[in-house]
């Protein structure tokens, strides 16, 4: 299989994983409170957004470069 190919496939699957989720969300720990022996800490959710230009960018270009290597071959 040609990069372009492997290539062309990795975005379009980007691409639409970039559609389905618009974003993603993971969460950290942070002390809250800390005074000596006495720890208090919390989880919070943080998310960080994937704008939907990106996913449409991605499965263009993936398009794009599935096309050209059809047309070479």
């Not at 496939?9 to 809250?32: C, M, S």
């Not at 409170?33 to 960018?57: E, F, M």
């Amino acid at each position: 299989m040609k990069t372009n190919t492997l290539l062309g496939i990795i975005l379009i699957a980007v691409g639409i994983v970039a559609f389905a989720y618009q974003g993603i969300t993971y969460t950290t720990r942070e002390k809250v409170v800390d005074l000596g022996p006495i720890q208090v800490s919390a989880d919070k959710t943080k998310t960080l957004p994937l704008p939907p230009i990106v996913g449409a960018i991605a499965l263009v270009g993936g398009i794009v470069l599935l096309v050209m290597e059809s047309r070479k071959g």
